[in-house]
């Protein structure tokens, strides 16, 4: 176990000083890929397993791309069985994943901080174990031979493509704002999930709000040329905060303690695997979920995989401050009541490498 | 010479369209086609034809037959049932109505809640859509059982039990396949709504997929796909009601009729 993880950890150094030098990276990979040489498992050697032989369900939020990953890895290289867990992966649909998890019929689920951050406003018992992304990695994004956006001052007056949360607002007010602007003369128009880029290609709405590492890359690839505002190079104006991560419900924390850190640990082996291996851990995801376009998931699988730890200790670690800024962002904003306890939301104790 | 005709027309009627919509698709040259044209949707569906054919189509194919199948006992279950006693009729009448009414969307989180990630929600969705049709077309069957042969029946001393077995459930029978091929035209529909809710497989979570990777020529194949087997599910009720009916279809009758049936 301790020399294939040297030997794992080895050839990760090499593959990310050689990658290092072979690709023409933008500053945000060149960053992530000099200071990921902290090691994703956080030291750890060993890994936690279940009490007895469990079946667990993960829920996915949305259908399978690259944010997932570790789960998939997992999966096919077998970590989830070294933890003497079943784990089966569930698919999304028109069902809130932080619903499903909290009453249990999911024991885990892949979530985002504003939909955690609502749930536990609305005391919907459930707690991130991991973030599976250190930085937001989305933004706002329109044609370049539309709308070329330079700096948030450039969305004045457009409209913006709405799927319906009350984040929206308070983000696009936060970004205008620090640039001298008003996010008044934007107009939202609710397109639900629906396809923005032949949207955006007919003018029905200028500007939306996607995930770089899969919808960024994926316009690259169909041919459009998109002006991406990311949102962690605003981290004066608005905060940065963990999308997605990993929930569990509150019963499952304090009843089932060694499954949730058993699968919260082979869920980590997952992601510090495809780290080092994007491509590979593209392969599995492929394999799983065949009808995906092989090219969107390699590439994206690589541009992810230095943003997955970035320069965090280890994969899946958070920080209160991450938690209480955001709250505290959406209350000022009025978005939000009340400020959640921060603490209570998140923990890193499952990690591997102990608390 | 007749009949060949006949069957040939619905065929160049779809045949014209899948031209024009050929053509109206390949005139959109803007780099963001709206609606594919039917050679790349043709061209999606046999790239990824593996996959239909050994776990999506079954998947949904399973999800409705199955859900039919439970439609159309609980359909004449409850027509039998409401047939039997008019004030449980008037009580429960509206209450299948309401059924009808509740968005899915509202209804899937209880029914994973109940019934978990299995195919237990799908076909309870399939069900829900299609019991409905069923049970009204059968109770209206019941009802217009000619009363003569009621009468008759009775005069000749029949029980009540005789006289549904072998007067009322008979005559309600074309009226029963008539709800059926109502129900069998939603229920393909029905169960990709069902996988909408959550689903590792079929049809419905093919879509949902293809619409998430922007793949819209893939998003038309389930499209197609349900089409198709939506109306080879219809034409299977139309042969069945052939075989079950033939008194119904008895070349008397049908010199009485404009259209001798639906096929």
Same mark, same amino acid.
């Given at each position: ?7 794992i ?12 030098q ?9 960053q ?19 009490d ?67 749930s536990r406003a ?16 989305s ?33 696009l ?10 996010a ?10 629906t ?34 505002l990311m ?13 997605p ?12 303690p ?21 491509d ?15 090219k ?6 690589v ?18 401050e991450i938690?209480?800024g ?12 009340t ?17 | 010479?007749k009949?060949?005709y ?5 065929v160049?009627v ?13 005139a959109?040259t ?27 189509i ?24 409401l ?11 509206? @209450? ?7 968005? &899915?969307? +509202?209804?899937a989180? /209880?029914?994973?809640? #109940? !019934? $978990?990630f ?10 829900l ?6 049970a ?11 009363p003569?042969?009621?009468?008759l ?5 029949a ?11 008979p005559?309600? @029978? ?7 091929? &109502?129900? +069998?035209?939603?229920? /393909?529909?029905?169960? #990709? !709504? $069902? ?9 419905g ?45 008895t ?13």
């Amino acid at each position: 176990m301790k020399n294939w993880l040297i030997l794992i950890l080895a050839a990760g150094l090499l593959l990310i000083g050689a990658a290092g030098q072979a690709q023409a990276v933008g500053p945000l990979q060149a960053q992530a890929t000099a200071a990921a040489t902290a090691d994703p498992l956080g030291g750890a050697t060993s890994f936690a397993k279940a009490d007895k032989a469990t079946s667990v369900n993960v829920m996915l939020d949305y259908t399978p791309n690259t944010n997932h990953l570790g789960i998939y890895v997992a999966q096919a290289m077998g970590f989830y069985k070294d933890a003497n867990l079943t784990v089966a992966i569930q698919q999304p649909g028109d069902v809130q994943v932080e619903q499903i998890v909290a009453t249990g019929k999911a024991q885990f689920g892949v979530s985002y901080e504003e939909q955690a951050t609502y749930s536990r406003a609305s005391n919907v018992p459930i707690v991130s174990v991991a973030a599976i992304i250190q930085h937001n990695t989305s933004g706002f994004a329109a044609l370049h031979d539309k709308h070329p956006l330079k700096s948030p001052a450039d969305l004045v007056g457009l409209k913006y493509g709405s799927f319906g949360s009350p984040i929206e607002k308070p983000m696009l007010d936060a970004l205008t704002r620090c640039a001298g602007k008003s996010a008044e003369t934007i107009q939202f128009i609710d397109i639900g999930f629906t396809e923005p880029l032949p949207l955006m290609d007919k003018d029905r709405i200028d500007f939306v709000w996607l995930f770089y590492g899969w919808d960024g890359i994926r316009a690259a690839q169909q041919g459009y040329k998109l002006d991406f505002l990311m949102l962690k190079d605003y981290t004066n104006c608005v905060p940065d905060y963990y999308t997605p991560l990993l929930i569990t419900n509150e019963d499952m924390i304090k009843n089932q303690p060694d499954v949730v850190r058993a699968f919260v640990q082979a869920t980590a082996r997952g992601y510090a695997y495809a780290i080092q291996h994007p491509d590979e851990a593209a392969d599995m995801l492929l394999k799983a979920a065949p009808d995906l376009d092989p090219k969107l998931v390699k590439e994206s699988a690589v541009w992810l995989a230095p943003q997955f730890q970035a320069e965090a200790p280890r994969w899946g670690e958070q920080r209160a401050e991450i938690w209480q800024g955001f709250s505290e962002f959406m209350v000022k904003n009025g978005a939000l009541k009340t400020n959640i306890d921060a603490q209570a939301a998140f923990t890193n104790e499952f990690l591997p490498g102990g608390k | 010479m007749k009949s060949l005709y006949r069957a040939l027309l619905p065929v160049a009627v779809l045949l014209l369209t899948v031209v024009i919509w050929q053509v109206l698709a390949n005139a959109d040259t803007s780099h963001a086609r709206v609606i594919p044209p039917p050679s790349e949707v043709l061209e999606a569906l046999i790239r990824t034809r593996e996959t239909l054919l050994t776990r999506h189509i079954p998947q949904t194919m399973t999800e409705t037959l199955i859900g039919m199948a439970i439609a159309l006992a609980l359909g004449v279950l409850i027509a039998a049932l409401l047939d039997f006693s008019p004030l449980l009729k008037r009580a429960v009448y509206p @209450l299948l109505v309401i059924s009808q009414t509740i968005p &899915i969307v +509202a209804l899937a989180p /209880v029914l994973i809640l #109940i !019934f $978990g990630f299995g195919i237990e929600p799908k076909v309870v969705v399939v069900v829900l859509f299609c019991f409905f049709p069923i049970a009204v077309a059968t109770i209206d069957g019941l009802t217009a059982t000619d009363p003569d042969l009621v009468a008759l029946l009775r005069a000749m001393g029949a029980s009540r039990q005789q006289i549904w077995r072998k007067v009322r459930m008979p005559s309600a @029978l074309p009226s029963l396949f008539s709800g059926l091929r &109502i129900a +069998a035209t939603y229920s /393909v529909t029905g169960a #990709i !709504f $069902g996988e909408y809710v959550t689903s590792q497989y079929g049809l419905g979570q093919y879509l949902r997929s293809a619409f998430s990777s922007g793949n819209v020529a893939q998003a038309f194949v389930p499209i197609v796909l349900t089409s198709l087997l939506s109306i080879g599910l219809v034409a299977l009720v139309a042969l069945a009601e052939r075989l079950a009916l033939p008194w119904f279809y008895t070349t008397a009758r049908e010199a009485h009729w404009e259209e001798p049936g639906i096929y």
